[in-house]
């Protein structure tokens, strides 16, 4: 066998080794690409619950805890919820207001998964379901798909979705185009397949220049609703993270249709 070919066919072994730790690395570190819980030094807590569950116990932020209306808030996954206190405040006057903090996220205990977080939101909310009569839904980033995953299995009055997208899969195949994303990623987060089952209203707020979530997912996840269900909204001018400076964006969490005192203040 001549030179050329020896020395061919170790730089195919070579490359094919290569490939195949990058896979096998992919697959370890996978969740610290999607979790990234911050380093809690916002607000002081105004109040905060424990709620336990199989394997950890997460620690709940709350603003007013009795009335008919409440609103549960799922955050972005490198976001402290405290910071988004003030303006749920703002949009939900005179609601109850429950924010959770992840698995591993600002005190509470465990570690984040896709499977642990619905299961969460769903003890969350069936805590909840006897104190208060409706409760909405809003969830940001990768809390939009805790958020659509709760909407699908249970009852809510109305679900509002904050740079929401598609699937987390079809984000991954498309910024990795040269990884078998499919049978690696173990989160897939594929909230187009839990959207055809929500019956609440639905209000989609997308950021004009999203840099993280591109505009088509956004809009695969809308057309995936029933017919009618959820209306899309943009906010020009504004990107994945800065979209909630701008004045629009709270006019958008005031004008949800099941939202009516806050309305009346615009």
Not at 160 to 167: A, N, R
Not at 200 to 206: H, K, L, N
Not at 241 to 247: A, K
Request: hydrophobic share 40%; charged share 20%; aromatic share 8%.
């Amino acid at each position: 066998m001549s030179g050329f070919v020896m020395s061919a066919l170790k730089l195919a072994a070579l490359t094919g080794l290569g490939y195949v730790a990058l896979c096998a690395a992919m697959f370890a570190c996978q969740r610290s690409f999607i979790y990234f819980p911050p380093r809690i030094d916002g607000p002081a807590d105004t109040g905060a619950m424990t709620l336990t569950v199989p394997g950890a116990e997460l620690r709940i932020l709350t603003e007013r805890t009795e009335g008919r209306d409440a609103v549960l808030y799922f955050g972005g996954n490198a976001e402290d919820v405290a910071y988004s206190l003030p303006t749920m405040d703002q949009a939900f006057p005179g609601h109850a207001l429950y924010l959770p903090r992840y698995r591993g996220y600002g005190g509470s205990t465990g570690r984040p998964s896709e499977t642990a977080l619905y299961a969460d939101a769903l003890a969350l909310y069936d805590r909840l379901a006897p104190r208060h009569g409706r409760i909405h839904v809003v969830g940001r980033s990768l809390g939009s798909a805790v958020a659509v995953h709760l909407a699908s299995q249970r009852p809510v009055a109305g679900l509002i979705l904050i740079t929401p997208f598609d699937s987390i899969l079809e984000v991954a195949r498309r910024q990795y185009p040269f990884l078998p994303v499919d049978r690696l990623l173990l989160d897939r987060y594929e909230a187009v397949n839990d959207a055809p089952r929500v019956s609440a209203p639905t209000r989609i707020i997308a950021a004009e220049h999203d840099e993280i979530v591109p505009r088509r997912s956004t809009e695969a996840l809308w057309r995936s609703f029933p017919a009618g269900l959820a209306e899309l909204r943009v906010v020009p001018g504004t990107g994945h993270n800065s979209i909630s400076r701008s004045p629009d964006y709270m006019k958008h969490l005031l004008g949800h249709p099941l939202n009516p005192s806050a309305a009346r203040q615009q």
